[in-house]
């Protein structure tokens, strides 16, 4: 199994401010990905992070407001820039791999951003 | 870009009662996956069924697909007061039949079991 930590859990941070999202994973994957999920929503897949390369956006998610590094195949970030309230949502990040022949999906704690 | 939907979107039941939420999908799909959340933390992922499988089972879950109606279905028997969460089915729609996380999940049932 593979275990995902995500720093910080949680914060409060004050309009048009930046927020660097940190995602650990005990061993090396090839797929990095990060969601987010509004209040009381499902969630959304913004970016896939891919290590030596530029992150691949999905629609409506640009990386001047979302940049994402991933400088290798357990760690990646995830910024959120000059924030408003709308921001305000958990975002997950997630990694895929076969584990024992089966496909298996593991998900991070969150990081839970309130924007004052 | 396709977007699951689930029913009901809450569930209310009493402990020992079987709970049934149902994923509708409108695109091919190589898999298809539950996940739970409980009170807005990370996702446990529940269980996968591939694109030629019908049904599947894990411990008090049973899990069924119907690709020509495009629909899943997530049962799980015997329920505990632990099983309170929201539950999320996920489509990978990614070719070559591997799953590699890149999910379009739907809205979710908010399951709540009484004691």
């Known amino acids: 199994s593979a275990v995902i930590s995500q720093k910080p859990s949680r914060d409060i941070c004050q309009r048009g401010t930046s927020l660097t999202i940190q995602c650990q994973v005990d061993?090396?994957?090839?797929?990095m990905f990060w969601y987010r999920q509004q209040p009381g929503q499902s969630l959304t897949l913004i970016a896939t992070?891919?290590?030596?390369?530029?992150?691949?956006?999905e629609s409506g998610f640009v990386i001047d407001k979302f940049p994402i590094s991933r400088p290798n195949l357990t760690f990646s970030t995830l910024t959120v820039s000059n924030m408003s309230p709308e921001d305000s949502s958990i975002y997950l990040c997630?990694?895929?791999?076969?584990?024992?022949?089966?496909?298996?999906?593991?998900f991070g704690p969150g990081t839970r951003l309130t924007v004052l | 870009s396709q977007q699951g939907e689930e029913d009901p979107q809450a569930l209310s039941i009493q402990e020992g009662e079987n709970a049934t939420m149902n994923c509708s999908y409108k695109?091919?799909?190589?898999?298809l996956q539950w996940y739970r959340q409980n009170s807005g933390r990370g996702l446990v992922h529940l269980i996968l069924i591939r694109s030629n499988e019908r049904e599947k089972h894990s411990g008090r879950l049973r899990v069924t697909l119907d690709t020509s109606k495009k629909s899943s279905s997530l049962l799980i028997t015997a329920s505990r007061a632990a099983d309170t969460a929201s539950y999320f089915c996920?489509?990978?729609?990614?070719?070559?039949?591997?799953?590699?996380?890149?999910?379009?999940f739907g809205q979710g049932t908010i399951l709540t079991v009484h004691p």
């Open positions: 695109t091919s799909i190589n898999n």
């Open positions: 997630s990694v895929g791999f076969k584990a024992g022949g089966a496909d298996t999906q593991y």
């Open positions: 996920a489509t990978d729609a990614n070719a070559g039949g591997t799953s590699y996380g890149k999910l379009t």
């Open positions: 061993s090396q994957v090839t797929m």
């Open positions: 992070a891919n290590q030596g390369s530029e992150a691949t956006y």
